[in-house]
């Protein structure tokens, strides 16, 4: 790296001692072509996966966030079992061995329905359960019971 890569000038928006590294990163892309099949499968999976809208869970989240996380990994991990099953199809297609293309199914789905999807929605009943129990608390008052719960001999 060339002095004229990086600077100790203080960044404009963040703060703290640290170096700010410029250069800038060109990732090489395989190009999708008939002869580069796994190129294409891995291409067509970067752009669905770019299409998702990607949740966020604030500090005191709404029980619809939960829902959105696990709708997203419903989400992703459908788009990375088409991927898988396409990879899955490339070697059949040039493997000297029978290939059992179901290993090739359903991995990533069957990994995240009913156990981080579960958790998820386990997180957002909590949420409800708790403003049925208590609703008119406010947050800060929930928070607040919740520290005192922590102290010792609470």
């Known amino acids: 790296m060339s002095e004229s890569d990086h600077t100790d000038?203080?960044?404009?928006?963040?703060r703290g001692e640290f170096t700010v590294i410029n250069n800038r990163v060109h990732v090489?892309?395989?190009?999708?072509?008939?002869?580069?099949a796994m190129a294409a499968i891995h291409q067509a999976m970067v752009l669905e996966l770019s299409c998702l809208n990607v949740p966020n869970i604030h500090v005191t989240p709404?029980?619809?966030?939960?829902?959105?996380?696990?709708?997203?990994m419903v989400r992703v991990a459908q788009v990375m079992d088409r991927w898988l099953k396409a990879v899955g199809e490339e070697v059949k297609s040039n493997s000297m061995v029978r290939t059992d293309l179901t290993r090739?199914?359903?991995?990533f789905f069957s990994a995240v329905e009913g156990n981080a999807t579960f958790e998820a929605q386990r997180s957002a009943e909590a949420i409800r359960h708790e403003r049925e129990e208590y609703p008119t608390e406010t947050d800060y008052a929930r928070e607040q019971r919740w520290l005192d719960s922590l102290a010792p001999g609470a």
């Open 9 to 14: 000038a203080p960044h404009p928006i963040l």
């Open 28 to 36: 090489h892309e395989p190009k999708a072509t008939a002869t580069h």
């Open 62 to 72: 709404e029980p619809e966030e939960f829902e959105d996380t696990a709708d997203y």
């Open 104 to 107: 090739f199914e359903d991995q």
